[in-house]
Nanobody
Framework: QVQLAESGGGLVQAGGSLRLSCAAS????????MGWFRQAPGKEREFVAS????????SYTDSVKGRFTISRDNALNTVYLQMASLKPEDTAVYYC??????????????????WGQGTQVTVSS
């Protein structure tokens, strides 16, 4: 079992940047593929980015490519999502998640076993 806790969300103007962190406890993060998802009001939860256990490969949804960067520090048991050039349409609750699954890339939220409580990101125009 692993517990995940996101932080770093907030209110930012369009064009600004934020860095989200996801700290894990209970088990080492190196056992999991890690992902970031987001959910806007009235919409389904959608995949944002994922990273392999070693951090050697990453995957992004098209709308954030070139703007967001996922990374991990297994020694600190933490995963990050650096977000730049933020747009109002990036407004959502952002969740980190951990997956045992072996397939890659892993964009399906049903393949993720553990979830954090989420952190709100609001981008004003």
């Amino acid at each position: 079992q692993v517990q995940l806790a996101e932080s770093g969300g907030g209110l930012v103007q369009a064009g600004g940047s934020l860095r989200l962190s996801c700290a894990a406890s209970g088990r080492t993060l190196s056992s999991y593929v890690m992902g970031w998802f987001r959910q806007a009001p009235g919409k389904e939860r959608e995949f944002v980015a994922s990273i392999t256990r070693s951090g050697s490969s990453t995957s992004y949804t098209d709308s954030v490519k070139g703007r967001f960067t996922i990374s991990r520090d297994n020694a600190l048991n933490t995963v990050y999502l650096q977000m730049a050039s933020l747009k109002p349409e990036d407004t959502a609750v952002y969740y980190c998640a951990a997956s045992f699954a072996l397939q890659w890339p892993n964009t399906d939220p049903t393949h993720y076993n553990y979830w954090g409580q989420g952190t709100q990101v609001t981008v004003s125009s």
